[in-house]
């Protein structure tokens, strides 16, 4: 079970890539597909649904990409998340209930209701600069998969 979509994820390390290329200007979606070993043509649809909201910019042109169009500190993990997949898994029942709610509550609405709120609220007060403090290199070379040859991104 996922809290968020694998276009979120993609989002999420797209963001992070990114924010560690910032010295080097635009990245190609292409470049980030590879590093991020996804489609490119998936990967530039999400990132095009993160222009709208301000959270990227794009160039186009020989050294054209993706960049970020305000400062780590200033993009929170919900902002990303709303951008892909919506606010709707913080609105709807745990179990998918239609009618579910406080006049007509499920087994777990009591419990989730409380727990969705805790979850939505560390999303939107955790930025993108707190996850970069709380990743290691190596974690992000790991997980990210940056493929041999590629330049490297240096925190």
């Known amino acids: 079970m996922r809290l968020i979509s694998q276009g979120a994820q993609y989002a999420i390390s797209a963001i992070i890539a990114i924010s560690k290329h910032t010295e080097d200007g635009a990245v190609s979606a292409s470049y980030l597909s590879k590093s991020l070993n996804c489609p490119t043509a998936y990967l530039s649809q999400v990132l095009a649904k993160l222009k709208k909201p301000g959270i990227l910019k794009s160039q186009r042109g020989l050294n054209g990409g993706v960049y970020l169009a305000k400062p780590i500190d200033q993009i929170t993990m919900m902002d990303v998340i709303a ?20 006049i007509e509550p499920c087994p777990f609405h009591e419990f989730w209701s409380v727990e969705r709120k805790k979850i939505a609220q560390w999303l939107r007060n955790t930025t993108f600069e707190q996850v970069d403090q709380n990743m290691t290199q190596k974690w992000f070379d790991l997980r990210l998969q940056f493929s041999k040859g590629a330049p490297s991104f240096k925190s």
């Not at 951008?83 to 406080?102: L, P, R, V, W, Y």
């Open 83 to 102: 951008a892909i997949d919506g606010t709707e898994f913080f609105d709807k029942c745990f179990m998918g209930i239609e009618g579910c709610g406080n």
